[in-house]
């Protein structure tokens, strides 16, 4: 599912990422932890195409992210790779249905058909009720539900999460903690998260240690 082969990454003279080789499985929860600096956040957003390694090799489902021009690559995003936030990132002026439909728009799916997923999101969330309330209508735990939702309207190949509990209170975070998990049983839906949070960790299938770029065990 993802392969990472012999990353680095350095910004100037700090190098953030030192030689760096991941495996996941489809299906998998993994989580990477670490201390702040660590590189936990660098190594997801060059997995998840939003910046390019120094050297080494990212493959997603097959393909090879990292020989990809900007333009196949941002259409490569969009399609096979969903993100969640530590703050959901949902535009104010659109209604939560609206949110969660955006990637869908941007991928070149009907109007119909993206309505009808994001639906069907809504309704596995038990947000159905909540479609046309905007975000500062919605609660902290609502928003990220539907950050959630908007991650999987195009049906990805992974969920790519930054401390997506992180602002949340302990009933909203548990309940997020048990929707990744939902979501891999009914859907086989592999997540990558970097979290600081030690009871998600504990939860999930792997847990990758990262400490100063580079992966201490697992």
Do not use: W
Not at 1 to 16: A, R, T
Not at 41 to 58: A, C, E, F, K, W
């Amino acid at each position: 599912m993802i392969e990472v082969k012999d990353i680095h990454k350095s910004f100037g003279q700090l190098q953030v990422l030192k030689g760096i080789d991941l495996h996941i499985d489809k299906g998998e929860v993994v989580s990477i932890v670490g201390p702040s600096g660590a590189g936990k956040t660098t190594l997801l957003q060059i997995i998840g195409t939003l910046d390019r390694p120094d050297s080494g090799s990212v493959c997603v489902n097959g393909i090879d992210t990292t020989n990809l021009s900007t333009k196949k690559l941002s259409d490569f995003r969009n399609r096979h790779i969903g993100f969640v936030f530590q703050f959901h990132q949902l535009l104010p002026e659109f209604t939560a249905l609206e949110n969660i439909m955006i990637p869908a728009f941007i991928a070149g799916i009907g109007y119909k058909e993206a309505k009808e997923r994001a639906m069907e999101l809504l309704e596995y969330m038990a947000l159905k009720d909540r479609a046309t309330h905007k975000p500062n209508e919605l609660s902290g735990g609502e928003k990220q539900r539907i950050a959630v939702a908007r991650s999987l309207v195009n049906n990805p190949a992974v969920v790519l999460a930054d401390e997506p509990s992180g602002s949340l209170d302990t009933k909203n975070k548990e309940e997020l903690h048990q929707l990744f998990f939902d979501l891999r049983d009914k859907f086989g839906q592999t997540f990558v998260i970097v979290t600081h949070d030690e009871q998600l960790a504990r939860l999930t299938d792997r847990t990758i240690k990262m400490r100063d770029g580079i992966l201490e065990n697992e």
